[in-house]
């Protein structure tokens, strides 16, 4: 332990670790006690240093030593936890002096326990030496960066401390150094390149897009050795994209056979799963598509609640319907009859839990792509059990998304029914002031017939302020901080007549509503239509 005499004796602008306001810091001159030594089960020696020098002390060393992860004392500050606390850096001087790095040995493990509790009034110990062996004790180095064109994808960073396998760092290095590498220059570490990191991931895909069917093929075949590893990695996954996106018909074929010799379900609620399984929707064939999502049947509502598998129903939503939208509009209604059928057990199961997948996280998206993308039939039997309880939606906070998407793709009976809603009773004023229910009054000025526009800007200029407890609706909504923005969109998208009705009602009202800090964004659209 350092003792206040010696503190009190060392000049602070010396290198001992000592500052302008006496503040200990780890010094850079320390030297070695030969009972300082502590020894641990498993763990090498650590050493602890003393202001207490020899009579002949040796040249001065600065503490040189490495973290595991290849981080110095310079670059890295330990966190709580590690087998000593974080130690603070000393001041920087003006004078740089050389500090031969003391021999460089190699230890297994980190020094200490990283569970043990620190007392902070025990004595602080470093490690000596480096912990890494001498190959991997240089900065961390990186290659050339590329930008993401049509010759490279990405950059491919070389870290020795994450690429331990000697010929995958160097095929990273060799195709970020030729923009012309293809896969037979990486034959045989194809599957481990495609899931070191981003850049290596998008080698592989601008070679599937680009490359020549003998080099998809090879890819196809190293795909399929490792089909395990693939899907669920996170870069990996990238490449089974890559190959149903650009690979022939067969080869599809062949990468569904090793995908049903997985579990299809645990792969769509994955979330590096379900992107290969949407991938393979949008890109096979109408028949493989059907006998793909027949393992969903009695899966669906686990599929709409899981954050991944909600995005397989939407697309097997999408694609389904436009397959029978196209047999359609070929004059094949049979085909298109049979497909819709095909899709039937999901409507079904939306239409028996609208309202509950209405006002759930993933749910709510599942009823958007039935709307907006269902063949009519399948798309009137959602909005008739939507609107039974749109009324609830409208001033729910995933609801209401449900409901602006009525107004978009519903028909003028559906949208009416809302409208009703919105205006009976005077409900306006409050469902404008509402978080959620604001956001479907604004869909009905954008996306509503122009008669429903114009019933919502009516009721909006209603002035009552000469009747007992009468107001002004426009005025009380300019002044709310939620409801401003209805105003705001209401001038936007009104005709000439009624755009110039609520400038006369905001001018008129100009000094009461400058006392609104809300207020002023109206205000500011009428002073620049003044100007």
């Known amino acids: 332990m350092v003792s206040a005499v010696a503190q009190t004796e060392v000049h602070p602008y010396d290198d001992d670790g000592y500052s302008h306001g006496g503040e200990y810091y780890p010094p850079t001159n320390f030297h070695q006690t030969n009972n300082n ?82 007392n902070q009034h025990q004595p602080m110990h470093y490690p000596f030496y480096p912990i890494l062996p001498p190959d991997a004790q240089h900065p961390r180095r990186k290659t050339s960066t590329y930008k993401k064109d049509n010759d490279h994808y990405g950059a491919l960073e070389l870290n020795v401390f994450q690429v331990e396998n000697e010929n995958i760092a160097s095929a990273l290095d060799f195709v970020n150094r030729n923009p012309n590498a293809t896969l037979f220059d990486v034959e045989g570490i194809i599957t481990d390149l495609a899931k070191v990191d981003e850049g290596a991931s998008r080698f592989i895909q601008k070679r599937l897009k680009l490359g020549t069917d003998e080099e998809r093929r090879l890819g196809q075949t190293a795909a399929l050795a490792s089909m395990d590893d693939l899907l669920c990695n996170h870069y990996g996954n990238f490449m089974l994209q890559g190959l149903f996106e650009f690979g022939t018909a067969e080869m599809k074929k062949e990468l569904m056979d090793a995908v049903y010799g997985q579990d299809v379900v645990a792969l769509c609620l994955h979330m590096h799963g379900c992107r290969v399984i949407q991938k393979a929707i949008r890109c096979l064939e109408q028949k493989d598509v059907s006998k793909l999502i027949t393992e969903f049947h009695d899966k669906v509502l686990a599929f709409i609640h899981d954050p991944n598998g909600n995005h397989v129903i939407q697309r097997c939503i999408q694609v389904m319907s436009s397959f029978a939208k196209t047999a359609a509009h070929n004059d094949n209604p049979d085909l298109a009859s049979s497909l819709s059928d095909e899709m039937q057990f999901i409507v079904d199961d939306i239409v028996s839990n609208v309202e509950s ?136 998208v009104s005709e000439s007549g009624q755009k110039e009705r609520f400038f006369e009602v905001i001018s008129s009202s100009r000094q009461e509503l400058s006392k609104s800090p809300y207020a002023k964004y109206v205000l500011q659209r009428i002073a620049k239509r003044d100007k």
Request: with cysteine; glycine share 6%; hydrophobic share 30%.
């Open 37 to 118: 030594f502590q020894h641990s089960v498993g763990h090498p020696p650590m050493v602890q240093y003393s202001l207490s020098a020899p009579p002949n002390p040796p040249p001065p060393m600065r503490p040189y030593y490495h973290r595991p992860d290849g981080y110095s004392a310079a670059q890295y500050r330990p966190e709580p936890g590690y087998a000593a606390p974080p130690a603070p850096q000393p001041p920087q001087h003006q004078h740089q002096h050389f500090h031969p790095a003391p021999q460089q040995m190699y230890y297994g493990s980190w020094l200490g326990s990283t569970n043990a509790p620190i």
């Open 357 to 492: 997948l209405s006002t759930h996280r993933y749910g709510c998206r599942v009823v958007q792509r039935a709307i907006e993308h269902c063949v009519e039939d399948q798309k009137n039997k959602v909005l008739e059990s939507m609107i039974s309880c749109h009324q609830k939606l409208v001033v729910d906070q995933y609801g209401n998304y449900v409901v602006q998407q009525v107004l978009a793709c519903g028909s003028e009976a559906h949208q009416a029914a809302v409208l009703e809603t919105l205006t009976e009773n005077g409900a306006l004023l409050a469902l404008s002031k509402h978080k959620y229910a604001s956001n479907v009054v604004e869909s009905v000025l954008v996306h509503g017939k122009p008669r429903h526009k114009e019933k919502i800007l009516e009721e909006m200029l209603k002035d009552t302020r000469g009747e007992v407890g009468g107001y002004c609706c426009v005025v009380e909504l300019a002044k709310d901080p939620i409801a401003n923005y209805v105003v705001n969109k209401a001038i936007e």
